[in-house]
Nanobody
Framework: QVQLVESGGGLVQPGGSLRLSCAASGSIFSINAMGWYRQAPGNERELVATITNGGSTNYADSVKGRFTISRDNAKNTVYLQMNSLKPEDTAVYYC???????????????WGQGTQVTVSS
């Protein structure tokens, strides 16, 4: 019913920048919060940043001042601008959205397939 498709990952040198995008599609009635999470090898998945449909944001302490989350509600798309990247930012980044599909009375969590971000010289 609902699909999330991420793009924009890749290999970047320390200090560089990347911009991730995630577009939600399908039979969507509404979307509440959207966000980005990441998982490095051997670690649990952790929150990176979230944004409500009203634009309120929340960031992990490790990315504050370097990452910026934004969204385009008309396009059902969320972005993550990542600047001053560090090797410890290397992980698979997952998009998340709280979506209410058409015909449903409830919201559910949906996840993208993940996109690899590697920060290395």
């Amino acid at each position: 019913q609902v699909q999330l498709v991420e793009s924009g990952g890749g290999l970047v040198q320390p200090g560089g920048s990347l911009r991730l995008s995630c577009a939600a599609s399908g039979s969507i009635f509404s979307i509440n919060a959207m966000g980005w999470y990441r998982q490095a090898p051997g670690n649990e998945r952790e929150l990176v940043a979230t944004i409500t449909n009203g634009g309120s944001t929340n960031y992990a302490d490790s990315v504050k001042g370097r990452f910026t989350i934004s969204r385009d509600n008309a396009k059902n798309t969320v972005y993550l601008q990542m600047n001053s990247l560090k090797p410890e930012d290397t992980a698979v980044y997952y998009c998340n959205a709280e979506c209410r599909p058409h015909g449903s009375r409830y919201e559910s969590d949906y996840w993208g397939q993940g996109t690899q971000v590697t920060v290395s010289s």
